[in-house]
């Protein structure tokens, strides 16, 4: 038997820390996707845009919490051509 570890908030916070997003401990995905989409939006996240599409492509181990807070700020922003 396989077993996946699931991308839950925690992992999702970690990983937009990782590429130099300032989120509170303890954030919901809603505020850490928010928090990385603006900065994005001023600045710019190298890294974002792959981080989204590896997200993406594991939509079935993710956490309906992260997929929808990664759907609504984040897939839009990245497919729009907003700073890399």
């Known amino acids: 038997m396989m077993i996946a570890e699931l991308v839950d908030g925690d992992d999702f916070r970690q990983r937009l820390v990782a590429l ?3 989120i509170p401990d303890g954030a919901c995905p809603e505020t850490c996707a928010r928090m990385a989409r603006l900065m994005h939006e001023q600045v710019g996240v190298e890294g974002l ?3 989204v599409a590896e997200l993406e492509a594991q939509r079935e ?7 929808n807070a990664l759907e609504q700020f984040l ?3 990245v ?6």
């Open 75 to 77: 897939v839009p922003v």
């Open 20 to 22: 130099g997003v300032r």
């Open 49 to 51: 845009v792959a981080l």
């Open 79 to 84: 497919a729009g051509g907003a700073k890399p």
């Open 61 to 67: 181990v993710m956490l309906p919490s992260v997929r």
